[in-house]
């Protein structure tokens, strides 16, 4: 198996852009979740899905943010307009199982590394 | 809600050496509990995982034990390589909370 899939590894872009980041899970893996990753906040959860329902997005931190799913294989994250401040590392994680059951590890893609100047 | 604790700092070794990372958890329920590891430039993976109390995770020769008792799940290995360099976090997941809450992360260096 691939693994997890991000892209792009690595990003730059200008404040007031759009910008969106892609994940294909695993597989078979019924949980996507999106984290975000600074060094002041460390990993954050921001959202994340169930059979490609959005089942909590209380990380997501403002309206600027949106993150689909359109199918079990593809999801997106959404940042419009983009600022300085979102610049981090943007992790998508998948998972065949609820957390505390048997299937519960999350398998993490490589990342995307955002700067916003 | 769940939360766990890593002890704060980086931590710089030699080779060779004894390596300790604490973590320890509050959670309700029967939580279980996880070391991921990052290295540089890659995306956390899972390093080991203990399901119950008492239980002792281990692999690539570290090893971790689900204390109830004490709240904790500390990360040992007995003689450290350089390659061992990369950020450790500890996490905890219970049932019916998707959200594994993560600790802060160790950075840990191995100087040869």
């Known amino acids: 198996d691939a693994g997890v899939i991000q892209s792009p590894r690595h990003e730059v872009t200008e404040m007031g852009q759009e910008v969106t980041l892609r994940c294909k899970p695993i597989?078979?893996?019924?949980?996507l979740f999106w984290y975000r990753q600074t060094m002041m906040r460390g990993l954050e959860l921001l959202i994340y899905?169930?059979?490609?329902?959005?089942?909590?997005d209380s990380g997501m931190p403002e309206d600027r943010f949106s993150a689909k799913m359109p199918n079990a294989s593809f999801s997106t994250l959404k940042i419009q307009p983009s600022e300085p401040r979102d610049s981090a590392v943007y992790f998508c994680a998948s998972s065949p199982g609820l957390a505390g059951g048997p299937q519960e590890t999350q398998y993490f893609g490589p990342g995307t590394r955002l700067l916003v100047l | 809600g769940n939360s766990v604790t890593q002890m704060e700092g980086p931590v710089t070794l030699s080779e060779e050496a004894f390596l300790t990372i604490n973590c320890t958890y509050t959670?309700?329920?029967?939580?279980?509990l996880f070391w991921y590891v990052q290295y540089p430039g890659e995306g956390l993976q899972l390093l080991l995982k203990a399901t119950k109390a008492d239980d002792k995770g281990s692999n690539k020769g570290f090893e971790a034990t689900y204390r109830k008792e004490t709240t904790s799940f500390h990360l040992e290995k007995g003689s450290v390589q350089v390659s061992d360099s990369a950020v450790y976090f500890c996490?905890?997941?219970?049932?019916?909370?998707?959200?594994?809450?993560f600790g802060k992360g160790n950075q840990v260096v191995v100087i040869p």
């Open positions: 899905f169930n059979n490609n329902v959005p089942i909590d």
């Open positions: 959670a309700t329920g029967y939580p279980s």
């Open positions: 597989s078979g893996h019924d949980y």
């Open positions: 996490a905890l997941g219970s049932y019916g909370n998707n959200r594994l809450a």
